[in-house]
T-cell receptor, first 117, second 108 residues
Framework: GAVVSQHPSRVICKSGTSVKIECRSL??????MFWYRQFPKQSLMLMAT?????????EQGVEKDKFLINHASLTLSTLTVTSAHPEDSSFYIC?????????????FGPGTRLTVT | QKEVEQDPGPLSVPEGAIVSLNCTYS??????FMWYRQYSRKGPELLMY????GNKEDGRFTAQVDKSSKYISLFIRDSQPSDSATYLC????????FGAGTTVTVRA
């Protein structure tokens, strides 16, 4: 149980275009979803937290107009990277937690590798 | 200062050896401590969690927390080549803070 999927797994886009990444909880209702960014050989950096039906809460230094997060249902959250630039190239990982779940009950997706050319 | 400090390694050990991984943390608020395993280009997978000082065992894995010194450790006994991965320590109550991850290679 507790499976989280991400789509696409890899995406290459041109500079200036927008890219949407989907995160789905397949077998549980995810009241909270988290979006992380990971650079090579570095740790996961939390970008934002989203609760179903609410606006996302962004971490300090993360541009909310650039990284649009939507959590419209209990099984789906999307991250849209708008007007992508090469410096946005990274590994994006989502995680999901159900209602009342403890901090360790956060299940991670397989990640999406974004390359902006 | 980062909330969680972890030596990125890399660490290379022969098969069968004990792997010892360590992290230090700041902020002593009540929280859980976790260890995740991450294979290349994959998402993290929870290995173990604990919230109290002391040891917790699960098969070949032992997680250790020393709250007085703000130190968390993971030991892997009888290491196997399949244990080769990046190991991330993390702590948190609602949001998680991660260490940089230690890349471990177990040589056959």
């Amino acid at each position: 149980g507790a499976v989280v999927s991400q789509h696409p797994s890899r995406v290459i886009c041109k500079s200036g275009t927008s890219v949407k990444i989907e995160c789905r909880s397949l077998d549980f209702q995810a009241t909270t979803m988290f979006w992380y960014r990971q650079f090579p050989k570095q740790s996961l950096m939390l970008m934002a937290t989203s609760n179903e039906g609410s606006k996302a809460t962004y971490e300090q230094g993360v541009e909310k107009d650039k990284f649009l997060i939507n959590h419209a249902s209990l099984t789906l959250s999307t991250l849209t990277v708008t007007s992508a630039h090469p410096e946005d190239s990274s590994f994006y990982i989502c995680s999901a937690r159900g209602l009342g779940g403890s901090s360790y009950e956060q299940y991670f997706g397989p990640g999406t590798r974004l390359t902006v050319t | 200062q980062k909330e969680v400090e972890q030596d990125p390694g890399p660490l290379s050990v022969p098969e069968g050896a004990i792997v010892s991984l360590n992290c230090t943390y700041s902020n002593s608020a009540f929280q859980y401590f976790m260890w995740y395993r991450q294979y290349s280009r994959k998402g993290p997978e929870l290995l173990m969690y604990t919230y109290s000082s002391g040891n917790k065992e699960d098969g070949r894995f032992t997680a250790q927390v020393d709250k007085s010194s703000k130190y968390i450790s993971l030991f892997i006994r009888d290491s196997q080549p399949s244990d080769s991965a990046t190991y991330l320590c993390a702590k948190g109550d609602y949001k998680l803070s991660f260490g940089a991850g230690t890349t471990v290679t177990v040589r056959a």
